[in-house]
């Protein structure tokens, strides 16, 4: 039986009822003896990255039931593999233990996803590259390049780079304010992502479960709250499950196919119309709503992958 370390937020702080990974744990306990890793145990010393570790199991999860036993310290490498749901921010501190994870996957740890490639990769700026079409983007600092491209557009979305949940987010007009209020945000936020704002979010926007390169045909469309823009169920949003229309299958076939090239076993990808607006790869939720047994799919092709790199 395979042993598989879960490094998360604190689990007394997750909604069992709503939390992907806890429902994904609940499926791979079946068949792996899972170990949760203790947020800010981990550390580096002679080559080796260690960690406290203590056996988890998942009871139940409408009534958030576990059991946490059997604490100790040991080198992360006696893991069969390393399954890291970390939300963002990603910041300096996510990064370090990203690099220390990485020195795992040099020792040939099975790290998912890979942490090489949640370093590499940057969420928006991903999905900014494999959408087609392309939504009308800039990236900058420059308050001038921004109040230029919101004068060519009209309307425009402000982001952070590395918050999740829709944290952050804006929506910005040409006023009288809009260059102060530029500069505000550059001043509060650094280098930000701006693009064209798609008035289709009024027919929600759609999450789609990429999972071991197989795109999940069951989506999760989530409608903002009145009066807002952002529809993320963090932020309020209402939401229902739809069918994924046969059209977007080929370029999510071709996104699919990319991100288990380079280690992403589990992403979320979003999209508003034509677009995709954002790819999570740090810690993608919606599982549990989508439903049709797909944490115990997720649970499964994980460990036809601990078979297949351990062969």
């Given at each position: 039986?395979?042993?598989?370390?879960?490094?998360?937020?604190?689990i007394n702080?997750?909604?069992?009822?709503?939390?992907?990974?806890?429902?994904i744990i609940?499926?791979?306990?079946?068949?792996?003896?899972?170990?949760?890793?203790?947020?800010?145990?981990?550390?580096?010393?002679?080559?080796?990255?260690?960690?406290?570790?203590?056996?988890?199991?998942?009871?139940?999860?409408?009534?958030?039931?576990?059991?946490?036993?059997?604490?100790?310290?040991?080198?992360?490498?006696?893991?069969?593999?390393?399954?890291?749901?970390?939300?963002?921010?990603?910041?300096?501190?996510?990064?370090?233990?990203?690099?220390?994870l990485r020195?795992?996957?040099?020792?040939?740890?099975?790290?998912?996803?890979?942490?090489?490639?949640?370093?590499?990769?940057?969420?928006?700026?991903?999905?900014?590259?494999?959408?087609?079409?392309?939504?009308?983007?800039?990236?900058?600092?420059?308050?001038?390049?921004?109040?230029?491209?919101?004068?060519?557009?009209?309307?425009?979305?402000?982001?952070?780079?590395?918050?999740?949940?829709?944290?952050?987010?804006?929506?910005?007009?040409?006023?009288?304010?809009?260059?102060?209020?530029?500069?505000?945000?550059?001043?509060?936020?650094?280098?930000?992502?701006?693009?064209?704002?798609?008035?289709?979010?009024?027919?929600?926007?759609?999450?789609?479960?990429?999972?071991?390169?197989?795109?999940?045909?069951?989506?999760?469309?989530?409608?903002?709250?009145?009066?807002?823009?952002?529809?993320?169920?963090?932020?309020?949003?209402?939401?229902?499950?739809?069918?994924?229309?046969?059209?977007?299958?080929?370029?999510?076939?071709?996104?699919?196919?990319?991100?288990?090239?380079?280690?992403?076993?589990?992403?979320?990808?979003?999209?508003?119309?034509?677009?995709?607006?954002?790819?999570?790869?740090?810690?993608?939720?919606?599982?549990?709503?989508?439903?049709?047994?797909?944490?115990?799919?997720?649970?499964?092709?994980?460990?036809?992958?601990?078979?297949?790199?351990?062969?």
């Amino acid at each position: 039986m395979y042993s598989i370390g879960i490094y998360m937020d604190p689990i007394n702080e997750i909604d069992f009822s709503k939390d992907s990974t806890v429902a994904i744990i609940k499926n791979l306990q079946r068949k792996a003896k899972i170990k949760l890793i203790i947020p800010d145990s981990i550390n580096y010393d002679s080559n080796n990255v260690f960690g406290s570790l203590c056996d988890l199991e998942i009871i139940s999860l409408k009534k958030k039931k576990y059991v946490q036993k059997n604490s100790k310290r040991m080198n992360l490498n006696k893991l069969d593999c390393i399954f890291f749901r970390k939300d963002p921010p990603v910041d300096q501190k996510y990064i370090s233990i990203l690099q220390m994870l990485r020195e795992l996957e040099y020792q040939d740890t099975f790290v998912i996803n890979s942490p090489e490639s949640l370093i590499r990769f940057n969420e928006k700026i991903l999905g900014c590259q494999l959408s087609m079409p392309k939504i009308p983007t800039i990236i900058s600092s420059n308050s001038k390049q921004i109040n230029n491209f919101l004068k060519l557009h009209g309307v425009i979305v402000l982001k952070p780079m590395n918050l999740m949940g829709g944290q952050g987010i804006i929506k910005l007009s040409l006023s009288d304010d809009s260059k102060y209020l530029i500069s505000s945000y550059i001043q509060n936020n650094g280098i930000i992502m701006a693009q064209k704002y798609l008035n289709e979010i009024k027919n929600g926007d759609n999450r789609i479960i990429i999972y071991n390169g197989i795109v999940e045909k069951n989506i999760l469309t989530r409608y903002p709250p009145e009066g807002d823009f952002i529809a993320n169920l963090a932020n309020g949003g209402m939401y229902e499950i739809k069918t994924l229309k046969k059209k977007y299958l080929p370029n999510l076939e071709k996104v699919a196919s990319y991100l288990k090239y380079h280690g992403i076993f589990f992403a979320g990808v979003d999209m508003i119309g034509d677009y995709i607006t954002e790819i999570n790869i740090t810690s993608p939720t919606g599982i549990q709503q989508i439903g049709n047994r797909l944490p115990s799919k997720i649970a499964n092709e994980l460990i036809k992958n601990i078979d297949g790199y351990y062969t």
